[in-house]
């Protein structure tokens, strides 16, 4: 009987997954806030930015993501950083938070729904959804920028800008070019 | 469901298929399909030999710990991607004979183990209850050193951009001269420091880059030091991530100078943060005076550097051909972003080819000094080579220019420069230094007919083996590349050497009129005037010598001569006094002032 059930709630998310809806996900912020960051209405997309406290990969895009933030976030482009697992606490993001100055929101993602959801694989990736409420889909995830090309490979300086782009695409009303970019980082299955 | 079920099923049964195969390649290896790997006992001693212990730890270098199961295990995949890449650890110099010192290379079975492991579930397994592991201890490696310098103030590193390169001046404390037989490097925040190299800067020819700069150091991946002296460069002093610091072997201490000053070239990677970075240096003293004189010979043509856009092998070559039977100890190649392969090697005189290097896709981040197991030796007649290649092509990501331009040496990271270091040891007994130098300095005009450095030091060589006249012509070739106060000065000095001493005054007011605080002239100049008995004229410049340098005895003792030749018998007991303070070994000063006690009473 167990099994069965276990089957079921496996067809449950899979359909979840390929609607690529995730209106009904709840998670917490820091603070132990129940948010459900993809109901957000009056929102034109939604960028979730994953994240972990001890990626130096992800550490090193702290000062691009403050530049995307306060570029995007004041024309209804919501931005979460997420830290998926559950061995991080939420004084441990908070001070993560403080650390890396991060003005954005931050949510914990310990059973990996956000990360299932959207299909990311690493820290740093994202995760963008247009619209919002019941019509939020995802329209891209992967990398930020092309800056790292594999570990221990990086630009100088990136030469896309992916993130960017997809987020200026959304604003202008124009075709969104890239829908996924492969992403380097800290493998997130690793925090299961 | 049952369909479920049965999938599952195959999947079970291929997984067994695949490890069985697996079993089969690394036949007689630990990586059995009957049992999954664990943690423990198959997975730890490889992390811990090869990654916690040397950088991988709190307080270590590595930007993680894997100092913990659970450390591991929150990284299992990362580990197996990155050791399956030969990424980390790192250790780019390909297999060779002889090895180098403390490689850290894994082998095909533990990059297996580690893959296996990862993929099975990353399974702890049970500690061994008689399991002990120590790590490095927070600071000094080498106990409590014998002199610490800090510098004035800290650096602090903005928390995104290019990597920044800056050049750290700590001044040295120091009223006589000591032996060192080690410096250990804290570099500051190790997590951003991707390596550091000390250079000795004799005539503190960096303080005044250090001083235009408002911040503390300056900037620049490779400094360039004057110096009038030959005294070349011997040891390697250099840091990187995990490897401990080394003391140097029984007779090779070096000499550290009162006034000399030590310069931190440091390779620094934002973070994210804005990171505070204070380097500290820590010094050993030794007793025991230097029995052997290694020198590090270098190998570059950086004249011929010049990398089209889009040039994708570009190859520059040096050799050096051994006057003397000699040891290499250690090498250290240096190139920029553009690197691609960079090869060492000697050609024997029997024929054969001894490889001292070879490097695949070169990496700047993870340049270093490798030091060999077994000095490799050279016989006189041998021909030592470099070659390196360089791809200025957009595919290769690390370049610095988007698009690609034409680059040239230069010590900025978006120029390009090909360096191979070798510390070599001479055979026989005597300093042979000098030799070395004497050959370097001449494949060196061959390269470049008018480059002031090599006309200046050949001329240095050949003026410490006594050949003053030849000297005399180096030097003015070098002047007459460019004006330099200090081949100004050693002119004058290879002039008096001929006994040309109204010549030898005008350089040493020439270099004066270039550089008025220079010391050094004004010692010369005061000696000149001391002994054309125009001690009134000679006092002025020994006592700017004593206000540079108070620990100079020489400059004390001859203050006080130029004092007592003008009857200032009192002031000039004073300096002797001094000098013998500082030496008291110094002869001439105990004369003098047995001369000005007579004198006074």
């Not at chain 2, 070349?232 to 070096?254: I, N, Q, R, Y």
């Not at chain 2, 303070?581 to 002032?593: F, G, M, S, T």
Request: include cysteine; proline fraction near 8%; charged fraction near 25%.
């Amino acid at each position: 009987m167990n099994r069965l059930l276990l089957w079921l709630f496996a067809l449950t998310q899979a359909f979840t997954l390929a609607r690529g809806s995730g209106e009904q996900i709840e998670l917490r912020d820091p603070e132990g806030r129940v948010v459900s960051p993809l109901r957000e209405s009056d929102v034109r997309a939604s960028v979730f930015i994953f994240t972990r406290t001890d990626c130096p990969i992800s550490n090193r895009y702290a000062p691009e993501l403050r530049r995307l933030y306060s570029k995007f976030a004041g024309r209804r482009i919501a931005f979460w950083l997420v830290y998926p697992g559950h061995k991080v606490s939420p004084a441990g993001i908070q001070a993560h938070l403080k650390e890396y100055a991060y003005p954005l929101p931050a949510l914990q993602d310990p059973d990996h729904r956000l990360v299932k959801l959207t299909g990311v694989r690493v820290t740093p990736e994202v995760a963008v959804f247009a619209g919002s409420g019941a019509k939020a889909h995802l329209v891209y995830h992967g990398r930020i920028d092309d800056r790292f090309e594999d570990f221990g490979k990086s630009r100088p300086t990136a030469t896309r800008h992916e993130l960017e782009d997809v987020l200026q695409a959304i604003l202008d009303g124009s075709p969104i070019a890239t829908s996924e970019a492969p992403a380097v980082g800290c493998f997130i299955a690793d925090l299961e | 469901m049952w369909r479920g079920m049965a999938g599952a099923a195959i999947l079970v049964g291929l997984m067994t298929l695949f490890l069985f195969a697996l079993s089969c390649r690394n036949a007689g290896s630990a990586a059995q399909a009957s049992a999954p790997l664990a943690f423990y006992p198959d997975i730890e001693p490889i992390i811990f030999e090869n990654c916690a212990q040397p950088c991988h730890h709190p307080g270590g270098a590595g930007p993680f710990s894997l100092a913990t199961y659970e450390d591991v295990r929150a990284r299992a995949r990362q580990i197996a991607v990155v050791t399956g890449k030969r990424y980390m650890p790192p250790w780019p110099p390909e297999p060779q004979k002889p090895p180098f010192l403390g490689e850290r290379r894994l082998s095909g079975d533990q990059i297996e183990r580690l893959r296996l492991w990862a993929e099975q579930g990353a399974r702890e397994g049970k500690r061994p209850q008689n399991l002990v592991r120590s790590l490095p201890p927070e600071g000094w490696q080498l106990g409590k050193p014998d002199l610490i310098l800090n510098l004035p103030k800290s650096f602090t590193l903005p928390a995104e951009g290019t990597d920044v390169f800056r050049n750290f001046v700590f001044q040295v404390p120091l009223s006589s001269p000591r032996y060192v037989r080690a410096v250990e490097i804290l570099p500051g925040k190790k997590n951003v420091v991707h390596h550091a190299n000390l250079l000795i800067d004799r005539e503190q020819s960096s303080r005044r880059l250090d001083e235009q700069d408002p911040e503390v150091g300056f900037p620049g991946m490779d400094v360039i030091l004057e110096s009038s002296q030959f005294e070349p460069d011997s040891h390697f002093l250099f840091w990187k991530p995990g490897t401990p610091p080394s003391v140097e072997p029984a007779g090779m201490t070096w000499r550290l100078d009162p006034g000399t000053d030590l310069i931190l070239n440091a390779h620094l990677q934002p973070s994210g943060k804005p990171e505070i970075i204070e380097p500290i240096l820590g010094i050993y003293f030794s007793e025991e005076a230097p029995k052997f004189f290694p020198m590090l010979l270098q190998l570059e043509h950086d004249g011929a550097l010049d990398i089209p856009p889009g040039g994708k092998d570009f190859v520059v070559t040096d050799e050096y051909p051994v006057p003397v039977d000699l040891d290499v100890l250690g090498v250290y190649p240096h190139a920029h972003y553009l690197g691609n392969i960079v090869e060492g090697w000697a050609d024997l005189p029997d024929g054969r080819r001894q490889t001292l290097i070879r490097i695949h896709n070169w990496d700047l981040n993870w340049q270093a000094v490798y030091r060999y197991q077994e000095p490799v030796f050279l016989p006189r007649g041998s021909v030592i080579r470099m070659r390196f290649s360089y791809d200025n092509s957009a595919d290769n990501v690390r370049n610095p220019n988007h698009p690609p331009q034409r680059v040239k040496a230069g010590n900025r990271s978006s120029d390009e420069m090909g360096h191979l270091w070798l510390q070599v040891l001479p055979k026989g007994g005597a300093d042979q230094r000098i030799v070395l130098q004497e050959t370097l300095m001449r494949a060196r005009l061959g390269k470049y007919p008018n480059d002031f450095s090599a006309h200046f030091n050949l001329a240095s060589v050949l003026q410490s083996r006594g050949r003053a006249r030849e000297a005399i012509e180096h030097y003015r070739a070098a002047l007459a590349v460019r004006s330099n106060a200090l081949a100004l000065n050693s002119l004058g000095t290879a002039l008096q050497e001929v006994d040309q001493f109204e010549e030898a005054a005008a350089c040493y007011r020439k270099a004066l009129r270039l550089r008025p605080d220079y010391t050094d002239a004004h010692y010369n100049i005061g000696l000149l005037l001391l002994r054309a008995h125009q001690s009134e004229r000679a006092i002025a410049h020994f006592e700017q010598v004593v206000r540079a340098r108070p620990y100079d005895a020489d400059a004390h003792n001859d203050l006080g001569s130029a004092l007592f030749m003008q009857g200032r018998v009192q002031e000039a007991a004073v300096h002797f006094r001094t000098a013998l303070r500082i030496n008291p070994e110094h002869q001439n000063a105990r004369d003098n002032l047995r001369l000005a006690e007579q004198r006074g009473r």
